[in-house]
């Protein structure tokens, strides 16, 4: 009797996906431990280069100007090419950009070096979450998703526990703490042999190659999902048509509103803990790392909870409200302002687990790593911004402008999440692709229903 087959999407968790998965996250790691790095060692640099707060917010916000280059180029670029390439390549990138940080003398390398890191890790924010969703069930794509978020966010944390102890390596400490980054970076460089993504070869008329990765990789029994159109060319052009413009929209500006008061705040969480009268910040900046932590885990069980469009709306409210406190009440009120900000720290960590699920299940397969490279890069552009301007603001008008400023970017995020937000949360990512191919993949999707009913 012949086995019955499965399709890709409902096919059970092997070792490849685990495999695949492993190697997505520690890249998410990486990533984290070198963004958040740059925090740790900015206050040793101020020392020794002379940094004016310009100088500051540009090295602070320059790995994130190159995740704007990166994830829109290499984005686009593996839907012409495959995913592949680029999740093998985009970390040799990042490591011996990492490595060169030991070595430079003067604002404007680092500046130059840290783009070049950004751009590394663009590719793979547009690659690596594109190519893990392709491969991965539906039933557990959610929560591996969910979990590289956890990931960047431990290796955010482990970033400020080892700058906190090359700290006492004396004045060039800095140099270590940056250098640090490549070591990470290198080990990510054990996925080469990962194959390509199945559902791009069918996007591109390669299907037996796909068939053949499917059953070597998926199972010998499982069925991909026919759903792609060859026969049409795709690009950023499809992203803003009238069927996903309003996706493209939406996940670029949810993103933004997100990423903003993240990076900006915890790049520069030292500088104010002190302007909230905090003389020791470092065991403040663990406990709020602690709460960083927990909220990511937590945002795991909320992510399979509540639907994408109510977790959205929801965390960008109560955002809002627990940072407000920082803008409009005094020092004299600290500790109130301390509990507002470890539930808002909690709370953002939560929804940051949404950043690297929605986008991917918001585009088809024609052009999902351009709608992920494209909105990460919109939404690094506004992070480099905020990050470059907190420094500036901070020096000018003060922690409350500052907090009062980022509280309305969360309020925006409620009303375009109201407006909005789609639900994905139940959708295969073929149920995805029918904003551009509607009647099509209706057509092919009773197709393949029918071929497995007759096996």
């Not at 500051?56 to 686009?76: E, T």
């Not at 979990?147 to 955010?156: A, D, I, Q």
């Not at 494209?374 to 603001?393: C, D, H, K, M, N």
Request: hydrophobic share 50%.
């Amino acid at each position: 009797m012949k086995e019955q087959t499965f399709m890709m999407d409902d096919a059970p968790l092997n070792k490849f996906h685990l495999r695949i998965t492993a190697l997505t996250f520690g890249a998410n790691f990486s990533d984290g431990y070198a963004l958040g790095i740059i925090g740790m060692a900015l206050a040793l640099l101020n020392a020794e280069m002379k940094l004016s707060p310009m100088w500051n917010g540009l090295i602070g916000s320059s790995a994130l100007i190159g995740l704007f280059v990166g994830s829109l180029v290499l984005g686009w670029l593996s839907d012409r090419i495959g995913r592949q390439k680029i999740f093998l390549t985009n970390f040799l990138i990042v490591g011996l950009a990492s490595l060169l940080q030991f070595f430079v003398s003067d604002p404007v390398t680092l500046f130059i070096l840290r783009v070049l890191i950004g751009i590394g890790l663009g590719g793979d924010y547009a690659v690596g979450s594109t190519l893990l969703a392709e491969f991965v069930p539906k039933k557990h794509r959610g929560f591996l998703l969910a979990s590289l978020c956890v990931v960047w966010t431990v290796g955010y944390v482990a970033s400020n526990l080892v700058g906190f102890y090359l700290e006492k390596l004396g004045p060039d400490s800095w140099r270590w703490m940056l250098a640090s980054a490549a070591i990470p970076a290198f080990i990510v460089l054990l996925r080469l042999g990962t194959p390509e993504s199945p559902r791009w070869l069918m996007s591109v008329g390669r299907a037996e190659e796909a068939r053949e990765i499917v059953k070597k990789y998926v199972g010998p029994n499982a069925v991909i999902e026919e759903t792609a159109h060859a026969q049409t060319a795709h690009g950023f052009r499809d992203l803003f048509s009238k069927k996903l413009r309003k996706r493209t929209v939406f996940g670029s500006l949810f993103y933004v509103c997100n990423v903003i008061p993240y990076f900006a705040i915890y790049t520069f969480l030292p500088t104010i803990l002190s302007s909230m009268g905090f003389e020791e910040t470092f065991l403040v900046d663990m406990l709020l790392n602690i709460f960083l932590l927990i909220g990511g885990i937590a945002g795991l069980w909320f992510m399979e909870k509540f639907s994408r469009r109510g977790f959205t709306i929801y965390t960008f409210a109560v955002l809002a409200i627990t940072l407000l406190p920082l803008g409009i009440l005094s020092n004299s009120y600290q500790a109130f302002l301390l509990i507002c900000f470890a539930v808002f720290t909690f709370v953002m960590s939560a929804a940051s687990n949404l950043t690297l699920v929605y986008p991917a299940e918001l585009f088809p397969t024609e052009v999902r790593a351009s709608g992920v490279g494209l909105v990460t890069a919109i939404s690094r552009v506004g992070s480099a911004v905020g990050t470059f301007l907190l420094p500036i603001t901070l020096d000018s008008y003060g922690l409350s402008t500052s907090m009062i400023a980022m509280t309305v970017v969360l309020i925006v995020g409620v009303f375009i999440s109201i407006a909005w937000a789609p639900e994905t949360k139940d959708l295969g990512l073929n149920e995805a692709s029918n904003p551009l191919h509607e009647a099509e993949d209706l057509l092919h999707k009773a197709g393949a229903e029918a071929h497995q009913a007759s096996n």
